[in-house]
């Protein structure tokens, strides 16, 4: 109930049949008192007030002469919202209410109105009037002739009685606004609280809380009516590539992208949610033969044909996909995401962006993979990992330049592994970070074991991983392996790859600086596979650029890649950087490099990558045949790292 401002007199009804009367309440409580100084100092007296202490209160006064009359203006002043705060009623009104009508149906309108019954004589018992009227808390009765004393005590203590009411159920109505606006808050942060434990924040699909949850449903429902459900786990194909060429930020957009479409196919009794990563699962209900569940599944592969659109560039993805069906591949929720688990990694195993169901014997492979992540966790501990180093052969002149280290890993039982398997693993584990240092401190220590053999003084070169790249330690790793083998940093060069630079090219301008302000040498890998801007090409202080292999490969057969292949030599040229070819493996591959400028080269055509000790041999040999050796120190100072560190800004 709104307060007038302007309205500071509480308002006073009087319904009685007699305008005498009227005239008496209006002189008593209107502040006119006819020159009654009995009734002033009556009042003083009663009040306690020293004389001429305080004005008398005087109070706005309206009037009417039968009860319908009265319980109208009680309704024009709630509609008004200016309340009555008391009202004095007489109790015998002929022909009209009395007041015990009156009064009931005045409180049926404001119930909080404080009321006085005047009158000189009832028809009614007073108990029995207060016992119908039920409101003896808001009900004085006076007789009349009153004194006008007791009028303005009344009315004095029944106004304030009725303001304090109405203060009160303002606070009161405030704080139950409160409660229920906090309450409203909590309820929202309780409902938003419970969607975000059981939906993944990035794409808002299900996450495997509540996947488990349908799982559970569906296991019970499909062996309550009989029917059949499959599993389908998606993974996305090279989607690391995506993160590491445009960024984190890009790949979030693909996964949103591709939860979008892969939902869209879902039926209204499926579930599509993400476990994590670029990981999905499809639960497909009540299949009427398990055929439908690859039906559906190529629906899938369709949605994902469509190229999605990053960064100005359509990206083509897709997804290998594994499907175990309920109950013939599994007949509780952990046998069948086991193994749709095995057949989607069948399907990566069998060229990516394909369907398999499940068969006997997939999950063997899945367990072998385990085992082998469980082996790669000691592999450090036990020594079990070792460098092989391929040359980096002068083109114009075969001599060694260089070598690439390589890492192997010897395993007890499996023998020599390569690194295209254990490397993945490695990285999906977070192993790399603590094996690309190891591969860091044991280059630098065999490059200066080479040179205190009497060797010719050769760069060694390491691999950088993506994430090694970003880690904040790096320069303190490389200073520190650089000072434990007691080597010249020029005799160290680090390799990262098109795509991990350009995931952040600013970043990579800084970090990539602080590394030539070390003197360490910068490689390009294979570059031409990424999507380098010709700005940040420029602006990166690097040395070299690797050709990617696989132009390598068909550079014979296939002019296109003969005419990439030249345009990289004369671009790296013309920034002042040298050109190393990898994967060359015959003389005809070798005679058109050296046709085309190309500096150095490495590959099966001269020596795969060897252990340390018959690599220094090959070292030896290539010494007594070349016929002259190239200075790396000198060699590294005509690069672009060199200028690009100093030239002014």
């Known amino acids: 109930m709104a307060s007038n401002p302007l309205h500071l007199r509480p308002r006073v009804l009087v319904v009685d049949d007699n305008k005498a009367i009227h005239e008496d309440f209006l002189k008593i409580l209107g502040g006119y008192t006819g020159g009654s100084t009995e009734l002033l100092e009556a009042e003083r007296l009663l009040l306690g007030e020293a004389a001429g202490s305080a004005p008398r209160p005087t109070f706005q006064i309206d009037t009417a002469l039968q009860g319908q009359e009265g319980v109208a203006r009680v309704k024009q002043a709630l509609e008004e919202e200016q309340p009555y705060a008391m009202a004095f009623i007489d109790m015998r009104m002929p022909p009209g209410w009395d007041g015990l009508e009156t009064i009931q149906r005045l409180w049926e309108l404001d119930p909080h109105v404080q009321v006085v019954i005047c009158s000189a004589h009832s028809d009614y018992d007073w108990t029995e009037v207060v016992a119908r009227l039920d409101h003896s ?5 006076i007789k009349k002739p009153f004194e006008p004393i007791e009028v303005l005590q009344c009315a004095n203590a029944l106004t304030r009685k009725w303001e304090n009411e109405r203060t009160l159920r303002r606070q009161v109505e405030h704080l139950e606004h409160v409660v229920e606006t906090r309450t409203q808050g909590l309820e929202a942060a309780n409902k938003q609280l419970r969607h975000l434990a059981s939906h993944d924040a990035l794409t808002g699909l299900p996450n495997r809380v509540l996947l488990d949850d349908r799982l559970a449903q569906a296991v019970a429902h499909a062996e309550r009516d009989g029917h059949s459900f499959a599993v389908a786990m998606f993974d996305l194909d090279r989607f690391k590539i995506v993160n590491d060429s445009f960024g984190h930020r890009a790949g979030d957009e693909l996964i949103k992208e591709v939860a979008h479409r892969i939902a869209g ?10 476990l994590g990563g670029d990981e999905f699962l499809f639960i497909m209900d009540r299949l009427a033969k398990g055929e439908d569940a690859e039906h559906i599944a190529r629906r899938a592969v ?14 083509h993805t897709s997804s290998s996909i594994g499907i175990a ?14 193994n749709a688990d095995a057949a989607m990694y069948c399907a990566k195993q069998r060229g990516r962006n394909n369907i398999q169901c499940y068969t006997s014997g997939m999950n063997s ?3 072998d993979k385990v085992k082998l992540e469980s082996d790669l966790h000691e592999a450090l501990a036990l020594r079990q990992f070792e460098l092989h180093y391929q040359p980096k052969v002068d083109t114009a002149t075969g001599a060694i330049h260089g070598a ?8 007890p039982q499996r023998g020599l592994v ?7 693993l490695a990285e999906a584990c977070g192993l790399i970070d603590s094996i690309g240092e190891w591969v860091v401190r044991e280059g630098c220590r065999q490059a200066r074991a080479w040179q205190l053999e009497g060797l010719p003084h050769l760069r060694v070169a390491v691999n950088l991983s993506a994430f090694q790249f ?11 392996a650089l000072q434990a083998a007691d080597l010249e940093p020029c005799f160290l060069e680090v390799e990262i790859t098109e795509s991990a630079l350009m995931s952040d090219p600013e970043e990579s301008v800084t970090i990539l600086e602080q590394l030539s302000r070390m003197g360490v040498v910068v490689s390009v890998d294979d570059f031409g596979t990424g999507y380098s801007s010709m700005s940040y090409l420029r602006r990166f202080p690097i040395d070299k650029l690797k050709i990617d292999r696989g132009f390598i490969a068909e550079l014979i057969s296939r002019a296109d890649d003969a005419s990439i292949v030249k345009a990289i030599v004369s671009l790296a040229h013309s920034l002042h950087l040298k050109v190393v070819a990898e994967g060359v493996e015959t003389e005809e591959q070798l005679k058109l490099l050296k046709s085309l400028g190309c500096d150095q080269y490495q590959g099966f055509c001269f020596s795969p990558a060897v252990p340390a000790p018959k690599f220094a041999t090959l070292l030896r040999e290539s010494q007594l045949n070349a016929a002259a050796s190239v200075d790396p120190v000198a060699e590294a100072d005509r690069t672009h790292s060199k200028l690009a560190v100093y030239r002014p800004r």
């Open 265 to 274: 196919i879902a039926r209204s009794t499926d579930t599509v949610g993400r």
């Open 418 to 424: 390569a690194p295209g398997e254990f490397i993945p």
């Open 470 to 480: 970003r880690h904040g330690n790096l320069l303190q790793v490389i200073r520190e």
């Open 302 to 315: 369709e949605a994902l044909r469509v190229p999605i659109r990053l960064a100005g560039v359509d990206i």
């Open 137 to 141: 808390d808001k009900l004085l009765v």
């Open 404 to 411: 690439e280290a390589l890492i192997r890993w010897r395993h």
């Open 325 to 338: 069906v309920f109950p013939a591949d599994g007949k509780n929720v952990e046998t069948l995401i086991a």
């Open 365 to 367: 492979v899945t367990q």
